[in-house]
């Protein structure tokens, strides 16, 4: 078969003629058949829309609001006639923007690449046999098997079952339509084809076997290419409020550089010397690398989530993890193993566990258990719902092993479990055998001790298991409708069935409550089963509240549980349910992350802040609906990703409290030059601060966004929805503590080094004067005492509570490697000579280097020293609350 003739096919015509034109025999394509079709037609990949290319990017860089001030400042620079300063802010220019794209270019790496945690999974068969392989591995002609939940990997004909599919992607329409194996339709369009379904979309009910005819770009998706129209990615909240502040951090240099031109032009400076002051402050004030930088720190963590077992689909999403205030957790799966084991049984003559090897009379119960389960026998042994997997395992031991081969052909109907029923039920020719959750079943038997019954469903559930009803009924012939099926029935007996909790997740709840995280369970199972659970995991803080029947509380009755102190079990919720919690939570302000793996979980997934979908368990729907996917699905992964959440949301801000501390000491100097009437000369050249600003600040700034977790990070209450990234004790630390302690310390350096040469305000300074190379060591005392300040700065900002002991000096070693390369950099400026007469630097004298070695500490000291006060502050507060409190009792 060659290529041309997968586009000639017509998947309309005989199902026979189409086996055959595909070469696709009953057990499917030989593996090494499909390796060679693969060969010929590539993978089954719609192509991608191309990126821009690299020189598009840069020109997008170089055009960049923020560039466009430098541009600004430069073209004054050259209109003053100084054009080595104009080709030194144009070079800075360049430079930042290939910087950018450099970090851009990666931060889109790490979220693509994050594909590979995620890779679509698809079951075959070959070699007669049944395998599952990544959708991309699919060719024309594999036999398909497709089930609720999957999305479908090529465009397929069906060979036989039922499909409910999902056709909103291809055509709109919001409602699933019927798939089935009938012969096709005369002069019916292809979409509305009754026997064929199409790549990228869902099937959201039933099973089917299919033939895949079509792949990759010769699927209806590829030929309206669907997935070229993707949107650019979109900016997340934290860069929007980054950039908004830089915004007015520029505005605001313009501004002041505009105010001293005029004044400075007023008070008799010459137009040279103001426009070289203007653009110092301008060029002081940008600060350029700032958004790339956060972007990058972004992808950082959303590699390092993945690699811990959370794939986040958004960069954004990184930020919201750290702030997430409430979890709502499945119980099956993700608080326990879901490795279940049919632990006991009850039928009306006795109850059984498992400290009885050889129970007798229990084999009708184990007979309709088994027959009223979907698990298929696999060479790597049994394969589906963990539940049923357990039912079949149980069967030997209650003494009637289990016969897969036989149920199957016995079977007439199916009905799958409905998660609103809670029930599934099976036909064969006389008997219809149903299980579900005992309340559902017994509503079903109309003969029965219902009191008696649940009394023993309580003791179960009690020890912790799952409890299941068994009943079943003789029929005439098999039931074709759902409602004809289960009715009427005669209850068989109970299986109790244990999933014990992971070992882990006590201690991710206890994690949870230390950070002031709440979590509820949101289960379909019995209120008394998740309890225990519940308790063995510690999840009920600071009290428990077991909502029994959760779809039957009222919209306002859940708005009142959720505002109290507690933690709640949703027992026998339905997916509608997960979504009114959603709702509600959403609409109390708090932000909100929700488990699922179910086709239905969906909407609640889309709904909270944060949807958490299950990797291995759950479906193809929940996956893309969620913002989050647990490639483990472990509760205890959540709360690992909440406090990578808190610590790359922290880092940002300790990146741009590193940044801004360093706007004073650049824009003080300038300030004292023009409110001196130029009587002082400037104490920093504006390329001694575009060495700063690109040599010397970069990498230890982005070094601190790799910085480990603070101590207590996940001791503190999560952040509030409405608090900004920057806030005003920020800026105060930033620009008023850590600044001004900078501005202080190099301009005290600047003025020792004039003073002692015999300089006076007023004096000249310039080319050819006696006091020009004093005034030279000076500025290049500046330049190097904000570069000795900025290292202090740097270790000042790795903490914003704790001690730097408390944190280690030696934890982030980037930023050692970042504090090296800046020390080196500077020592090259200052004593290189054709660096010294780029920049106007002079060697300095070994007294001013001691003195300037000391900077460091005095910055670093003076933050240890506050933030200890601060923390002393706030321990004599925790003694007094206590103390007040039981004052008042």
């Given amino acids: ?69 430098l541009w600004t400042a430069g073209a004054l620079a050259y209109a003053a006639g100084t054009a080595v300063l104009a080709a030194a802010v144009i070079a800075v220019v360049v430079l930042n923007a290939v910087f ?9 790496r790490a979220v693509e690449t994050l594909a590979r945690y995620l890779p679509q999974h698809t079951r075959v068969t070959r070699d007669d046999q049944e395998v599952s392989i990544e959708a991309r591995g699919v060719v024309p002609g594999d036999l398909v098997l497709l089930g609720e939940g999957d999305r479908v990997p090529a465009d397929l004909r069906l060979i036989d079952g039922t499909l409910e599919v999902d056709m909103s992607m291809l055509t709109g329409e ?45 699927t209806e998706l590829g030929r309206i290419a669907v997935l070229s129209q993707r949107t650019v990615r979109e900016r997340s909240p934290l860069e929007t409020q980054v950039r908004r502040v830089a915004w007015l951090i520029a505005l605001a240099a313009v501004g002041m550089g505009a105010v001293f031109l005029l004044a400075g032009v007023a ?77 006991a049984a009850w039928t009306p003559h006795g109850t059984v566990d498992r400290s009885c090897p050889h129970p007798a009379g229990f084999e009708r119960l184990a007979a309709a258990t088994t027959e009223c389960t979907t698990v298929a026998r696999t060479p790597d042994g049994l394969a589906g719902d963990p539940t049923e997997i357990a039912l079949v395992e149980g069967a030997d031991w209650l003494g009637h092993p289990a016969d897969l081969d036989g149920r199957d052909k016995r079977r007439r109907a199916l009905f799958r479990f409905d998660p609103l029923l809670r029930l599934m039920s099976v036909a064969t020719d006389h008997v219809v055998y149903v299980k579900g959750a005992p309340e559902a079943v017994l509503a079903r038997v109309p003969d029965c001790d219902r009191e008696h019954v649940m009394a023993e469903v309580a003791v179960l559930a009690g020890r912790g ?48 409550h230390r950070a002031g995280l709440r979590v509820h369970i949101v289960t379909g199972d019995n209120g008394i089963t998740a309890a225990e659970v519940a308790r063995e995991v510690g999840v009920g803080h600071p009290r428990l509240c077991v909502v029994a029947e959760a779809e039957h509380v009222h919209d306002h009755e859940l708005d009142e549980l959720l505002t109290r102190d507690q933690e709640i079990v949703f027992a026998r919720s339905s997916p509608e349910t997960k979504l009114r919690i959603a709702d509600a939570l959403c609409g109390q302000g708090q932000i909100v992350a929700m488990t699922g793996d179910g086709v239905n979980d969906a909407p609640a997934l889309h709904r909270a802040d944060i949807g958490v979908a299950m990797g291995r368990s759950g479906t193809d729907v929940a996956r893309e609906a969620a913002t989050m996917v647990l490639t483990d699905d ?36 300038f300030l004292i030059f023009a409110l001196s009437g130029g009587a002082v000369p400037l104490p920093l050249t504006v390329l001694q601060i575009l060495a700063i600003d690109l040599g010397t600040e970069t990498l230890p700034a982005l070094a601190l966004g790799r910085e480990p977790a603070e101590p207590g990070i996940m001791n503190r209450p999560p952040r509030r929805r409405q ?28 003025f020792l080094i004039l003073w002692r040469s015999g300089w006076y305000p007023g004096a000249p300074t310039g080319p050819g004067t006696a006091l020009n190379h004093a005034y030279v060591q000076a500025t290049t005392a500046t330049f190097a005492g904000i570069v000795m300040c900025q290292v202090g700065t740097a270790f000042a900002a790795r ?48 007294d001013v280097v001691a003195l300037i070695t000391l900077f460091p500490f005095v910055v670093w000291g003076s933050d240890e020293f506050r933030r200890w006060l601060v923390r002393r502050s706030a321990a004599a507060r925790d003694r007094v609350r206590p103390m007040n409190g039981s004052t008042e009792e």
């Fill in 799 to 846: 903490t914003e509570h704790a001690s730097l002991r408390g944190i280690g000096l030696f934890t982030n070693p980037l930023l050692l490697w970042g504090i090296a390369f800046e020390l080196a950099f500077t020592a090259l400026v200052v004593y290189v000579p054709p660096l010294q007469r780029v920049f106007g630097t002079a060697m300095l004298p070994l």
């Fill in 174 to 218: 919001s409602m699933p339509v019927a798939r089935t194996a009938d012969p096709s339709r005369e002069g019916a369009p292809l979409l509305s084809e009754p026997n064929l379904v199409f790549s990228g979309t869902t099937c959201v009910a039933g099973e089917a076997t299919a033939v895949a005819f079509a792949t990759g770009d010769h």
């Fill in 100 to 108: 950018a794209l450099l970090q851009e270019r990666q931060a889109e």
């Fill in 465 to 512: 298991l799952r409890v299941l009803a068994v009943a079943a009924r003789t029929t005439g012939r098999a039931p074709e409708r759902r409602e004809d099926a289960e009715r009427d029935l005669r209850l068989i007996g109970l299986v109790g069935l244990d999933d014990p909790p992971r070992p882990e997740v006590a201690g991710a709840v206890e994690r949870c």
């Fill in 634 to 669: 472990n509760f205890a992964t959540i709360v690992t990703a909440v406090e990578s959440g808190r610590r790359v949301y922290d880092n940002v801000r300790k990146f741009i409290l590193y940044i801004f501390a360093h706007t004073t000491p650049e824009v003080v100097p």
């Fill in 723 to 750: 608090e900004g990234v920057i806030t005003a004790a920020m800026l105060v630390r930033a620009w008023v503590f850590l600044g001004l302690i900078s501005a202080t310390l190099v301009m005290v350096v600047f």
């Fill in 1 to 69: 078969m060659e290529s041309a003739e997968v586009r000639d096919l017509d998947p309309r015509e005989p199902l026979s003629r189409l086996r055959r034109e595909l070469g696709t025999g009953p057990g499917g394509l030989s593996s090494r058949e499909a390796a060679r079709r693969l060969a010929v037609y590539g993978p089954n990949e719609v192509r991608r829309r191309r990126h821009r290319s690299l020189l598009d990017e840069l020109l997008g860089q170089l055009v960049h609001p923020l560039a466009l001030l």
């Fill in 267 to 343: 008070s008799g400076m010459s137009t040279v010397a103001a426009l070289t002051f203007a653009i110092g402050l301008l060029v002081a004030n940008v600060p350029e690398g700032l958004l790339p930088t956060i972007t990058l720190a972004l992808a950082v963590g959303v590699r390092a989530l993945a690699r811990d077992g959370a794939v986040v689909k958004r960069l954004s999403a990184v930020e919201t993890l750290g702030s997430t205030a409430v979890i709502c957790t499945d119980k099956t799966g993700t608080l326990t193993r879901n490795r279940m084991r049919l632990e």
